[in-house]
Structures are given as structure tokens and as C-alpha cells.
């Protein structure tokens, strides 16, 4: 049992760390218009070799539902529970994904946060779908 509870600590620790570093890289690098589009296609892997792909989808769910089980027991436990549970919606593939991360990223608290960050790496701020870019209310 407590060796359990210091694999949890340990989790969190490095989930924590590594989303301090992780989320504004990678938000910093995504294209201004990423959101704006009706519908996304996959990219990731596209040029993967045939074998390769299958094998590294798995292995990349995987991990998100990892991240997802730990973000969970890290609403009780010491961490970004939160966080850590986006982090593996993002690596996960299912349907509507793309449709529910417009849906956050339209909340004005979001896209802000998100801009803000942005800013800070020297990049443009990213394109609210529907051109509402500030307004005080949610769009839904």
C-alpha cells in the first residue's frame, strides 16, 4: 500500500512537472488557425510505415489512458488531476474529440489563458472559431 502511494506521489510529481514544460511548448506551437477549421483530419502518423502506425496508435491510447486513470486518482491525491486528465483526452483518439476541443477552447477564460501563453513564447494568438475572439460570453 505505501509503495503504491509513493508511485502516485511520483506520478504527480513528474505529471505536474512535465505539464509546466509540456503545455506552453506545445500550445506555443500549434498553428493560429488550428480551431478554425469545421473538421480536422488525422496527421499524426500519416506517413508512418503501414506496420509502424497501427502499433504506435495503440501505444499512444494507451498512454492517454493512462494519463486519464492518473488525472483521476489525482483529484484525490496530490497533483494536477485536472490537467493531467486534458492531457489524455488530448493523446486519445475517439469520436467528437476534435468538436469538444473547439467547444473548450470557444470559452473566453480558455482562449485567453491559451493567447496569454502564446504571447509570452512570442506567437500570434490563436483564432477563435467564428470570430469571436473576446467577447464575455460563451459560445456554445
Do not use: C
Request: charged share 20%.
Amino acid at each position: 500500500m505505501m509503495q503504491a502511494a509513493a508511485l502516485l506521489a511520483g506520478l504527480s510529481i513528474v505529471t505536474f512537472l512535465g505539464s509546466l514544460i509540456a503545455v506552453p511548448w506545445l500550445l506555443a506551437r500549434l498553428p493560429a488557425d488550428y480551431f478554425v477549421a469545421e473538421k480536422r483530419e488525422p496527421a499524426l502518423l500519416r506517413d508512418a510505415h503501414p506496420v509502424l502506425r497501427p502499433l504506435l496508435l495503440v501505444l499512444k491510447n494507451l498512454v492517454g489512458g493512462a494519463f486519464v486513470l492518473g488525472g483521476i486518482a489525482m483529484l484525490v491525491l496530490p497533483g494536477q488531476g485536472i490537467l493531467t486528465i486534458l492531457l489524455g483526452v488530448s493523446l486519445l483518439d475517439f469520436p467528437g474529440k476534435y468538436v469538444l476541443e473547439r467547444r473548450v477552447f470557444r470559452r473566453p477564460v480558455v482562449h485567453r489563458a491559451i493567447n496569454w501563453l502564446r504571447d509570452r513564447a512570442g506567437k500570434e494568438p490563436m483564432v477563435v472559431p467564428d470570430g469571436h475572439a473576446d467577447e464575455g460570453v460563451d459560445h456554445e
